[in-house]
T-cell receptor, first 110, second 114 residues
């Protein structure tokens, strides 16, 4: 089956720093999604990407759909404490289901 | 406009008991998905349902697990004769017919088997 590899697994940063994380796939995707999960909650969709090379922003978040269609990147600028959480990439897993990466745990120190 | 509602939020069951997890989709959403998340892992697809139909159950364990989405009422994920390995967070998501991905997740039910 399809596999998504996220890196890094965890990040510890200072408030105000920029953050970058990425996700690679073993196969070509036509859609990339980035979710954030707060402790004790379900994932919340941050950004959806539908076209190779696409660059999309949502506030301080920017995500890019890699031109090889096998990777995607998420950047967070000027991090704040509420950015803490787990960030997941996801892509089509066949039919209507999604395949998720293992997540990047982000910790922001004030 | 309420989001995807799951209950209970936390459920404790003894080994061998049954667990019933409920999911009410967002208003206007007729597609329901169930995912399972083990500690410190990503979400894994279990089943995709539309009203009164199971569309894709390729992620469901063959035994003890079942799901339904009746014409009236919430979707139910049922786990019979629970074992310790069933302990996980179970998330439900819903979407309208026109939206394939990027569906909305509920807050999950955290099942603990003791």
């Amino acid at each position: 089956g399809q596999q998504l590899n996220q890196s890094p697994q965890s990040m510890f940063i200072q408030e105000g720093e920029d953050v970058s994380m990425n996700c690679t796939s073993s196969s070509i995707f036509n859609t990339w999604l980035w979710y954030k999960q707060d402790p004790g909650e379900g994932p919340v969709l941050l950004i959806a990407l539908y076209k190779a090379g696409e660059l999309t922003s949502n506030g301080r978040l920017t995500a890019q759909f890699g031109i090889t269609r096998k990777d995607s990147f998420l950047n967070i600028s000027a991090s704040i404490p509420s950015d803490v959480g787990i960030y997941f990439c996801a892509g089509p897993g066949g039919g209507s289901r999604l395949t998720f990466g293992e997540g990047t745990q982000l910790t922001v120190n004030p | 406009n309420a989001g995807v509602m799951q209950n209970p939020r936390h459920l404790v069951r003894r080994r061998g008991q049954e667990a019933r997890l409920r999911c009410s989709p967002m208003k206007g959403h007729s597609h329901v998905y169930w995912y399972r998340q083990l500690p410190e892992e990503g979400l894994k697809f279990m089943v995709y349902l539309q009203k009164e139909n199971i569309i894709d159950e390729s992620g469901m364990p063959k035994e003890r697990f079942s799901a339904e989405f009746p014409k009236e009422g919430p979707s139910i994920l049922r786990i019979q004769q629970v074992v310790r390995g069933d302990s996980a967070a179970y998330f439900c998501a819903s979407s309208p017919p026109s939206q394939v991905y990027g569906y909305t997740f509920g807050s999950g039910t955290r099942l603990t088997v003791v």
